[in-house]
């Protein structure tokens, strides 16, 4: 029936596709995809030959009417982004947006994401997050994006391009306190994968140390404030502490 998937795909390793993503690839009609070449050489490694359509960020609001049109005429649509789940943080909600507007059927294969597979391996608080997704490309955008998160309780979740971890780093060093811990997963399920836990402070001279580490894939965690509460009981008995010493 005339439906627009949203396929989940790898974000490194390919057999981390799902049986129901390759199932449902192999029926769809006709594949929009962010980079029609990357998915293009997906799609052969499973030995799937399909009509694919570009769907990226600079044509999403067109590529939605003709995708709505697709489905109207009964076709099945499948939906991927280069890597991991689409409209996080790529390109799909305007298509999904539209699809829905025109009273038609959205389903959601699900499947990998870099977010909730670092989150997975971080060992921070992880019952509540927030997902801040990539920073801002200039240094005062970061800073002002920045500001309003110093007192989030939740884990923060960044994405961070390869070439701006180190100004990523270095925004998150001058926004936050320094004993913060912070988790680096870098190249997920890839060949160098790397999860790497510190503190704040230790965190500039940790991407420094590895020229590599500047040209991998990173999502970088930060542990969120400790709770206005929490904070007065550590003051509450580091108070008491001082009183007991000296009374004794
Ligand atoms: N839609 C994707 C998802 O569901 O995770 C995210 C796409 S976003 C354009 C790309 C960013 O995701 C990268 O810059 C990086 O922050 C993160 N990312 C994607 N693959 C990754 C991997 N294998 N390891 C670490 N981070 C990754």
Redesign the pocket.
Known sequence: TATLYVV?TP??NVTDITLRALHLLALADVVACEDTRKTGALLQRFGLSKSTIAAHQHNEREVADKIVERLRAGQRVALV??????????PGARIVDAVRAAGLNVVPLPG???????LSASGLVNDRFHFV??LPAKAKGRETALAPLTRETSTLV?????HRIVDCVEALVAAFEPTRQVVF??????MF?EIHRCTLGEALAWVKADAHREK?????LVEGAVAASDAEDIEAERVLQILLTECS
């Open positions: 989940a974000i490194g982004s280069d890597a991991g789940t689409p409209g996080v943080s790529d990998p994401s870099a977010a909730i597979t670092a997704g990539f960044f994405y961070e391009a390869p997963a870098r190249e997920l399920s890839k994968e991998g894939e990173f999502v970088v």
